[in-house]
C-alpha cells in the first residue's frame, strides 16, 4: 500500500478549547471549505474513547473530500480508527518505532525545531517536518523557544523533506512564513478562534497563494 497523498499548504491543527463554542465538526468542515489542505486532531485532554469518536468522526467529514487526517500523538487511536497519518513531536518516541507500529501506508510528521533535531531524522521513515515553533504561542505552552522567520529560513535547507511551519502563524505573518521556501503553515488559533473560520482560512489561503508565486 502506498501513503496518501498531502499538501501541507494550508495544515489546520484543532485546539479542543478554541473549537468548543462552534464544535470540532462545524470548525473543521468550515476550515476546510475555506480552504484547509490537511488536518491534525490535537487534543491532549480527552480520553481515549472521546479522542477516538472525535476521530472517526472527522474521518467521515473529510475522507470524501480527499483531504487527509492527521492524529497528533495517539498512535494506537490512529491505527484503530484509520487515520490517514500520525505527527509526534521530539518527546513522543523514535520516529523509527512509530513508523514500525504504523506500517508503511500512513504519513508520519515530525516536529522538529533545531539543526541538531533535523540532523537527527532517520532516513526514509518520516514524511514531512513541521518546523518552529517560529512564534510563541498560547495554544502549546510547553513550546520550545520560538526560532522566528529567520531561523526558520535556516533550517529549511538542512534537511531534503517537505517542510510546514509551525507556532504562531496567521494573517499577519504568513506571506512572510512562505517567503522562506517552506511548503506550507500549520495554524490553530488563526483558524479556530476566528469568528468566520472558512473567512480565515480563504483568505490565509489566498496569502500563500500570492506568497508562492512571488518567490524566485
Known amino acids: 500500500m502506498t501513503r496518501p497523498a498531502f499538501d501541507l499548504s494550508l495544515y489546520l491543527v484543532t485546539d479542543p478549547a478554541l473549537v468548543r463554542p462552534r464544535g470540532l ?30 476521530a472517526e468522526d472527522l474521518l467521515a467529514l473529510l475522507r470524501p473530500l480527499g483531504v487527509p487526517l492527521v492524529v ?12 490517514d497519518g500520525v505527527h509526534i513531536g521530539q518527546d513522543d518516541g523514535d520516529p523509527r518505532r512509530v513508523r514500525d507500529r504504523i506500517g508503511p501506508a500512513m504519513i508520519l510528521g515530525l516536529s522538529a525545531g533545531t539543526a541538531e533535531e533535523f540532523a537527527a531524522v532517520p532516513a526514509g521513515v518520516v514524511d514531512y517536518l513541521g518546523v518552529g515553533p517560529v512564534r510563541a504561542t498560547g495554544t502549546k505552552p510547553d513550546h520550545d523557544p520560538p526560532i522566528g522567520v529567520d531561523g526558520l529560513a535556516r533550517l529549511l535547507p538542512l534537511h531534503p ?3 510546514v511551519a509551525i507556532g504562531g502563524i496567521g494573517l ?7 517567503a522562506t521556501g517552506v511548503e506550507g503553515v500549520a495554524v490553530v488559533s488563526a483558524i479556530c478562534a476566528a469568528e468566520d473560520p472558512e473567512a480565515a482560512a480563504r483568505e490565509l489561503a489566498s496569502i500563500i ?8
Open 209 to 216: 497563494g500570492e506568497a508562492r508565486a512571488a518567490r524566485p
Open 72 to 83: 497528533n500523538d495517539r498512535v494506537d487511536i490512529a491505527c484503530a480508527v484509520g487515520a
Open 172 to 178: 499577519a505573518n504568513a506571506r512572510d512564513v512562505i
Open 25 to 54: 465538526r462545524a470548525t473543521v468542515e468550515a476550515a476546510v471549505r475555506g480552504g484547509a489542505t490537511l488536518v491534525q486532531l490535537r487534543d491532549k485532554m480527552s480520553d481515549d474513547r472521546a479522542f477516538a469518536r472525535d
Open 161 to 163: 523533506l517537505p517542510k
